[in-house]
């Protein structure tokens, strides 16, 4: 009886071995995974030999994170219970399985209709830039194309990310990075769509972050880099809108600013739109603090601390500051200088919703508010010099206001002073990169000069903002008609005509 029941023991301490060893390979497995080290998740996959519930789903999760969602979904489907990021494969498999695929050098992206085709080279074209232009900065080594998913509504956004519908709908959300992809909402959902070039390189900068560091990088500081780097133009420093900076003037005087920790788990949790763009202008500030103080190598260092997982405190100690607090100290003593001088504004924001909501503009001061309420009705009656005359009292009050600089433009436009017009839109195309009505005035306003190389200028960055606006394809068309430019005229005779 002995040898047996020594056997036996044997038997049992094996089988009790190879359980720890399934169970540790597990959660090495599942870290690999969630720290987008695929490559290494691959290999011990290949020498795990289970059929259980776990290794279904690991399998599945690693499936998911690859882009191979029909293999993700035939393993979620065969778990007995499943979690959220089961539920977000199985969606994005249904979701996107119809979807029709464009690629280029880095990125494939995934959108759900031929009418998404109009604007998908241009999205194409403006991450490849910002490929380039930011990967060196990140230290980013390229292995697989990076996967962009087209959305066609909040919910969608919400069922492929777990976000609440309703934190999506409070604070605008219009794209997120997760589970090594970039998701964003058409243009076609915002009512005159969005900056969509400039939200694709953001989305990019926090996909750089997320691998680079292997997903060890805070909230705050993942949106401060994005924030900084998202800007348009290469050859000119990144700025904040004249009037985010005052609001951020107006809420840092109430001591309403947002505490970075509010910033975890994400910027769609924040209350309100307005403590988005407050979270926004603060931690883009941080970037062009620390840049002004390290230099732009100081992003590169960052990242290689967060990756080696180093404590906060010994991350802002080795840029000099005593320690996290001490740098939050200094932080906000630059916060407060870099306002001193900003406007103050009484209700001017800016607010985009979307298009079963009401029109989205820029709102002035009272004060102004009068003026131009005057400057409507005359523009109505087509008394445009007496409407221009109210529109630049306006326009006089509190902070630069592309919303009554545009009426003014516009104004003029009626009135053959095209000239003037875009003397005045000239001004504020830095200062409100992603008012889209700035863009197409500019437009109108170069064609009546037969400023054709100023106006297509204009109008690709009109098109950058809502590709769907039929307008901006009919003054191409009468641009490259002039010109004689065959090629680029059927192009947009057959955006025009996918429109329809």
């Not at 290949?46 to 399998?59: T, V």
């Not at 200028?457 to 039929?470: G, H, T």
Request: proline share 2%; charged share 30%; aromatic share 12%.
């Amino acid at each position: 009886m002995r040898p047996f029941q020594y056997s036996i023991l044997i038997l049992l301490s094996t089988q009790i071995i190879a359980l720890a060893d399934d169970t540790s390979s597990y959660v090495v497995l599942e870290n690999l995974i969630d720290s987008l080290e695929f490559d290494k998740a691959e290999d011990l996959i290949k020498k795990m030999d289970s059929g259980d519930e776990k290794f279904i789903y690991l399998s599945g999760k690693l499936n998911f994170y690859l882009g191979r969602y029909r293999e993700a979904y035939n393993e979620f489907s065969k778990l007995s219970s499943q979690d959220y990021v089961a539920k977000c494969a199985i969606n994005s498999h249904e979701l996107t399985k119809n979807y029709i695929s464009s690629e280029s050098e880095h990125f494939k992206i995934l959108y759900p209709s031929g009418r998404d085709e109009v604007f998908i080279d241009y999205l194409l074209e403006g991450l490849e830039e910002g490929f380039k232009r930011f990967k060196h900065i990140f230290g980013f080594v390229f292995k697989d194309k990076i996967r962009i998913e087209i959305l066609r509504s909040q919910k969608e956004l919400s069922d492929l990310t777990t976000l609440p519908v309703e934190a999506i709908e409070k604070t605008n959300t219009i794209a997120v990075t997760k589970f090594n992809k970039i998701m964003m909402l058409s243009p076609e959902t915002q009512l005159e769509g969005y900056d969509y070039v400039n939200t694709a390189i953001h989305e990019l900068i926090h996909f750089f972050i997320s691998t680079v560091t292997s997903e060890r990088t805070p909230v705050w500081i993942h949106e401060s880099l994005a924030r900084y780097f998202d800007h348009y133009r290469e050859d000119k420093h990144p700025g904040l809108r004249p009037d985010t900076l005052a609001l951020l003037k107006y809420r840092q005087k109430n001591r309403t600013l947002v505490k970075f920790e509010q910033i975890h788990p994400s910027m769609a949790l924040l209350p309100t739109q307005e403590d988005t763009e407050i979270a926004f202008a603060e931690v883009f500030l941080v970037s062009e603090f620390l840049i002004k103080r390290e230099g732009i190598q100081f992003v590169k260092k960052l990242m290689d601390m967060l990756k080696r997982d180093m404590e906060v405190d010994e991350i802002f100690r080795r840029f000099g500051f005593s320690n996290f607090s001490g740098f939050e100290n200094e932080f906000f003593k630059y916060l407060e200088k870099r306002i001193e001088k900003a406007g103050t504004v009484e209700h001017l924001f800016y607010e985009r919703v979307q298009k079963k909501g009401k029109k989205s503009e820029y709102l002035g001061d009272v004060g102004a508010m009068k003026y131009v309420k005057i400057g409507d009705l005359l523009f109505l009656e087509k008394l445009y010099n007496a409407a221009f005359v109210e529109y630049d009292k306006a326009s006089k009050y509190g902070t630069l206001n592309p919303h009554i600089e545009n009426r003014k433009a516009f104004t003029l436009l009626q009135i053959g002073r095209a000239s003037d017009a875009s003397s005045i839109l000239e001004q504020i195309v830095d200062l409100y990169p992603d008012y889209l009505t700035t863009f197409i005035n500019l437009a109108r306003a170069y064609i009546s000069q037969k400023d054709y190389s100023k106006a297509l200028s204009a109008l690709d960055r009109a098109v950058r903002i809502n590709p769907f606006d039929k307008e901006i394809y009919l003054m191409y068309i009468k641009i490259f008609s002039e010109q004689g430019n065959q090629f680029e005229l059927d192009k947009m005779k057959k955006k025009l005509n996918i429109l329809k």
